[in-house]
């Protein structure tokens, strides 16, 4: 197995990553900001199966979309089948959208998001009472937003690491 | 892991089995208490998030209560003792109505009350998704919380623990749209559920007939019916009744006591499942 993996272990930047990415999750906002939340857990899903598409996949985004669940005190798997989703979608148009220029992807990011936010918000309609109106879908807008300056810094924490 | 993995249909089947995966935790979430013990092991792995996420809260607490003059300690330390005189003296009354009470109660045959252990928490976390009312709490399954709990600050009912980890847990607040609790009006004993809807400051009552004796500004109770809740507690004053003809209801605002969005030490009453025993006898 050891023959694929060209570069060092790839355990500790992606495991720094989401461990910052879980603590903006989780940080307090004043409640303006809160609706616009950026989803960052997600955008760090998108960047590493973008990127690390052979060392990073579904099973992975699974299992941290599972702790998100735990995080957020939501029904066990929900927000990981729109993880493993997310990770499934880019992984399958990765070839293409890697050759893409940052604001570009940052559409497609729009839409991603957008899904999994849409998925989510109707999940947890099946369960209990949610907010009616659009406004869960504000972050999609602020993940797009942002995707430029997250790329960035997790293409310097990649190479920091040499992780390829 | 291997390159082999990233072309071809293979992806869909990794698809398909987390989504059958996700499917079957979230049923077996639903259905058997089991899995309590998978998100409490799952959830210590979490912990430090949210422990890292208290740290400028705490630290600006600290230095709320480091980071001051002695005049102001002094000043809050004689307030303060003015206050626990104030409280001795209605206790010293309460140890009297007690013991009538008692007597009246015994004439009457009713059982007696239980009295209520608290254990005290502090709220070390806010839920972090905007369209929920969930705060978490620095008390969890070692410290015997165990989920329907009810959670009080100075003031009133603030809610129930949902959630057990095994360090902290996770509160619903009576204002989420998701909650509802019964009550009484402290003045008449008319019964009535507040249900939370969404905003920090107000609840509805439902089903409220156009006729019924509720006035601004009464104060609402916990009725111990439903038996998730102890008797008396107070929860919400009404702030606005609406009688619209059209509606089948009277359509009743209430604020919640509890200070939802400032209280930091909140209580958890203990013994509450004995208490409900009580009742029900």
Redesign the interface.
Known sequence: ?SK?HTGPSAILPVFLSF?VA??L????LP?ML??A?PEWVVLVVFYWTLYL???F???V??FV???LD????N????Q??ST??VA?IV??IHQRLKLYPLPHQSIVVFLVVGLHLAFVHWAQGL?????SGYA?LTPAISSAAIWTVVAVLLLTLQRAFRVN | ???I??QGPV??Y??AL??L??????A???RYSQ?NY??QY??F??TP??L??SIP?RISEWSDSTLVPREQLLRENESLKIQLLVLHRKTQELAVIQAENKRLRELVNASERVGKDILAAQLI???????TH?VIINKGKDDGVFIGQPVLDAKGLMGQI??VDKLTS?VLLVAD??HAVPVQVNRNGVRAIAVGN?SLDAMELMFVPDTADIILGDLLVTSGLGNKFPEGYPVATVEAIEHDPGEHFAKVIVKPLAELNRSRHVLLVTNSKDFLGAVNE
């Open positions: 197995m694929y461990f879980f603590i999750t989780a940080m307090p409640d809160m609706f939340r598409p052979t060392r996949g579904i099973s985004a699974w979309g599972l702790m735990v995080l957020d005190g029904l066990l798997g929900l990981a089948i493993s989703g499934y992984l399958v369960t209990g009472i949610v907010s869960y | 892991m291997s390159s993995f990233s992806h869909g990794r698809l987390a989504v995966l996700s499917i079957a935790l979230m077996g979430d639903i899995f998978l998100r799952l959830g792995a979490i998030v949210i890292i996420v809260s976390g806010l839920d972090s998704d905007a369209f969930q949902v959630k996770r749209a998701n969404g």
